[in-house]
């Protein structure tokens, strides 16, 4: 994956001129204002959705970068009006602070906060580590706790 800045290089506009010499190129900002127009339809598709359901449950991954960077991932399963099965993510970000139990639970629950799905989640699965279980047993409007089992699988085969 390249960054957008990728596409006011030289380089890039001269391969374009040559692959299609009629093709303007658009600017770094006309991308970004089509990008962040998408992301808010996306974003108020899901928003809506999630309104009309009932419950709800979730998935957390808390995971670590190349870089050392620790991250927060949630994804909400739900069945919608047409009685569809949906999984969408609802957060892939950063966490600013240490990833401790009170932090991961304490941004877990903004998440839940910011989509309107607090008093809706019935469960949530994660995987084993230590962290993600007292995580989850912080999360007091949240019923079941269950440990991803592809996750436990996969630990007792390495």
Not at 54 to 78: F, G, H, K, N, P
């Amino acid at each position: 994956m390249l960054p957008i800045s990728f596409l006011s290089s030289e380089g890039f506009r001269d391969f374009m001129k040559l692959l299609e010499p009629g093709y303007k190129v658009p600017s770094q900002q006309s991308i970004l204002s089509r990008l962040q127009l998408f992301y808010n339809d996306v974003r108020e598709k899901i928003a809506n959705d999630l309104a009309e359901v009932e419950s709800a449950s979730i998935s957390v991954d808390e995971w670590t970068s190349r870089t050392q960077d620790c991250y927060l991932s949630v994804e909400a399963q739900y069945i919608d009006k047409n009685s569809e099965l949906c999984k969408v993510t609802l957060c892939n970000e950063q966490l600013e602070d240490r990833p401790n139990a009170e932090n991961i639970a304490s941004a877990i629950e903004v998440v839940l906060a910011d989509w309107n799905i607090s008093d809706k989640t019935q469960a949530i699965t994660h995987d084993s580590a230590s962290v993600m279980n007292a995580a989850a047993q912080q999360l007091f409007n949240i019923g079941d706790s269950i440990k991803c089992s592809a996750h436990l699988l996969q630990l007792v085969t390495h």
